[in-house]
């Protein structure tokens, strides 16, 4: 009669512990999909310096205040995961914000791919901040 508690509690902290790493392994998965890695930030520092030296960019630069360039990558949901059209640098203007990514295979070339809403159109700049306390 005494082994009933013990297994009751036994089997329920068996089922927290799965529940709860299975949630921690997918929440680790998902988080690799968009996280850059070290191999990642080398690449995409590179395609920076391409975005600031392109033809299309120095257009937009010259038309439109740019306010901030971020580097993004999306494993998620592709083909190829090792392929070089997963990494992307975001221009963002006060109008909107520009997508970069690599024109071929060998990432020769960047090129402005698309474009997406721009927090800056409705919203002040973070910088610089105001430390009132």
Same mark, same amino acid.
């Not at 005494?2 to 068996?14: D, G, T, V, Y």
């Not at 921690?24 to 395609?47: A, C, F, H």
């Given at each position: 009669?005494? %082994? %009933?508690?013990? !297994?009751?509690? #036994?089997?329920?902290?068996?089922? *927290?512990? $799965?529940? !709860? @790493?299975?949630? $921690?392994?997918?929440?680790?998965?998902? %988080?690799?999909?968009?996280?850059?890695? $070290?191999? /990642?930030?080398?690449? !995409?520092? +590179?395609?920076? %310096?391409?975005?600031?030296? @392109?033809?299309?960019?120095?257009?937009?630069?010259? &038309?439109? *205040?740019?306010?901030?360039?971020?580097?993004?990558?999306?494993? #998620? @949901?592709?083909?190829?995961?090792?392929?070089? #059209?997963?990494?992307?640098?975001?221009?963002?203007?006060?109008?909107?914000?520009?997508? #970069?990514?690599? *024109? /071929?295979?060998?990432?020769?070339?960047?090129?402005?791919?698309?474009?997406?809403?721009? &927090?800056?159109? +409705? +919203? +002040?700049?973070? $910088?610089?901040?105001? @430390?009132?306390?």
């Amino acid at each position: 009669m005494k %082994k %009933k508690p013990k !297994l009751i509690i #036994f089997i329920i902290l068996f089922s *927290t512990s $799965l529940v !709860l @790493n299975l949630y $921690l392994g997918i929440d680790r998965y998902i %988080k690799s999909t968009y996280t850059p890695n $070290l191999e /990642d930030q080398q690449i !995409l520092g +590179e395609m920076t %310096k391409m975005v600031l030296e @392109n033809e299309q960019y120095q257009e937009i630069a010259s &038309r439109e *205040t740019v306010y901030a360039i971020k580097q993004g990558v999306s494993r #998620f @949901n592709v083909a190829d995961p090792s392929s070089v #059209f997963h990494y992307e640098i975001y221009v963002q203007t006060e109008k909107e914000s520009y997508i #970069f990514s690599c *024109t /071929d295979e060998g990432c020769s070339d960047v090129s402005n791919e698309g474009w997406t809403y721009s &927090r800056y159109s +409705e +919203e +002040e700049p973070i $910088l610089p901040m105001d @430390n009132k306390n």
